[in-house]
């Protein structure tokens, strides 16, 4: 790709970056450089850039970084960054919204609270954006991104746009089951006419639950796993209480002493950290209970 590298500099110059730092860019505040960091304003512009790099370099999404944990060493490949015309949010009629895969999950629950739409409350308590949230079917309070999905607008590597019902998605718990080489662009959302004070309260209630429950304003990245619905009755946080020193760290790497699902960096924790902390968790609870546990963070090597 070298060869290409000048060329692809000159006509991206003021959104392309070389060995860009990504430590900044997400939650856990862990990560080095990327050897291609891309902010892509419009649509038009990233279809010229995937065409340039014609599908010869590992690609990967960056949402709000809520959820990811980033290796330290560097990544070889193009980090791409939806900006700009990716953050528009708008009511298509009455009762549906179109968001930018950019639009922020609080947001898109604030957007439809003011429209009086109910139906949104629980993305009000989801860190990250509609693109993520979608991929990996987000939710909370027993609701999930599926349950007001219209249809959801992606580009694939070729740099062709498609339009994918969700009635067409293989939505299971945590998971779209929609392919890593898809972008997302857009979604359409539908929510139900109501009153806005009753909505409000209805978020106010459920951030609430949510403070008292997890932790907030430190460098955390959510729930780590995925709870093993078809394992066990137990929720992952019961089965790490049961199975782990939740006092166990590694370097920096450390257990919330609010919700044992969530990991911490207390400081300065280091990518290896963070893995030795998940795996020995992991491990831990297997040996234990039996159950294999899956990460819920998404994990860039």
Known sequence: MNIKLKE??????????L???????????????????YKADNLKELIKFLKKIENKEKIFILGGGSNTLIT??????????LTNNFNNISMLSEEIIIAGSAVTDKSLSEFAMENSLEGFEFLSCIPGTVGGGIKMNAGCFDREFKDILISIQ?????GQVLTIPAKNINFKYRDSGLSDDLIF???????????????RAKMKL????????????IK????????PIEQSDKKVWQLIKESVPLEKSFGDASISQKHCNFFVNKGNAKFKDMKKLIEFVSE???????VKLETEIKILE
Not at 19 to 33: A, C, M, P
Not at 154 to 158: H, N, W
Not at 185 to 199: E, P, V
Not at 220 to 227: I, L
């Open 8 to 17: 692809l500099l000159s006509e991206f110059s003021n959104n392309l970056k």
């Open 220 to 227: 955390t990245s959510g729930s780590t796993f995925k709870n």
């Open 284 to 290: 831990s609870v297997f040996k234990k209970t039996g």
């Open 19 to 37: 060995d860009y730092d990504l430590k900044k860019k997400n939650w856990f505040n862990i990560g080095g450089k990327t050897k291609l960091y």
């Open 72 to 81: 330290d060493k560097q990544f070889d490949g193009v980090v791409i960054k």
């Open 185 to 199: 662009l857009s979604a359409s959302f539908k929510g139900l006419k109501n009153d806005k004070d009753f909505i």
């Open 206 to 217: 459920l951030k609430e639950k949510k403070e008292l429950a997890q932790p907030t304003k």
């Open 154 to 158: 992606v580009l694939d590597k070729s």
